[in-house]
């Protein structure tokens, strides 16, 4: 047996052993939102690190173990003058990170941002439906993106397609023929306010960037979210 050919088997035999650790220990996640927080930090200072977050959101799922599997399959399977290049790629591929879910914060422009958790699979009308349902009115339209991004409009794409894990900083946007003054949440979400410090929410993903303005709506379409339901 070759060199290459025993490096090969070693890395199929850690993506199966990687496979039956994952079948034997994944659990559902909920597609969220979960663990949901208010807060206000005193210098907008609000992306979360990704060195604190919780163990479980690089955990390897079974459908992401098989998917190492097949991977390392083909890549026995490749050209012999592509295999060391491959298998270089299949190491990096075995130290990456999994992530299961994303810590997402949505910054309003008064300072004040809600916090929750959602599955990597959780579509992305699962986030702007939290957020509707925790403004003051409810109904108003809005937009979400990360700094210097374009605004999260197609409610299908997956939290993970939107890059937006394992943690992410939203900016919260009205169009500006709208007019929504503060405060933006309930009254209820802010009698659990949580007052942070600019040292307990460390800058991170997103940052604090220009806002990123919403396009202008139709005026007989700005009373309703893109993404809301026909």
């Given at each position: ?83 060391t290049r ?66 999260l409009d ?75 339901p026909k």
């Open positions: 047996m070759s060199e290459s050919d025993a490096s090969d088997t070693d890395l199929l035999s850690a993506w199966a052993s990687l496979l039956a650790e994952a079948e034997a220990n994944a659990k559902d996640v909920a597609l969220g939102p979960s663990n949901i927080k208010v807060m206000h930090a005193a210098e907008n200072n609000a992306a979360p690190r990704t060195e604190d977050l919780p163990a479980d959101f690089f955990s390897l799922t079974a459908e992401e173990a098989r998917s190492l599997v097949a991977a390392a399959h083909a890549r026995r399977a490749a050209d012999s003058t592509l295999r491959e298998t270089r790629e299949a190491e990096a591929a075995r130290r990456r990170r999994m992530y299961r879910k994303a810590m997402v914060r949505v910054r309003f422009p008064d300072g004040t941002m809600i916090q929750a958790t959602f599955a990597v699979g959780a579509p992305i009308s699962r986030v702007l439906t939290w957020v509707a349902n925790s403004l003051r009115e409810p109904n108003h339209p809005f937009e979400l993106a990360v700094a210097r991004g374009k605004p197609d409610p299908k794409m997956t939290v993970g397609q939107a890059e937006l894990a394992p943690a992410a900083l939203l900016n919260f946007h009205v169009p500006r023929n709208e007019v929504h003054n503060p405060p933006f949440l309930r009254a209820d979400l802010l009698a659990n306010i949580e007052q942070r410090t600019a040292e307990e929410l460390p800058q991170g993903y997103g940052g604090a960037q220009p806002q990123v303005l919403a396009a202008k709506l139709p005026e007989q379409e700005k009373r309703v979210p893109k993404w809301a």
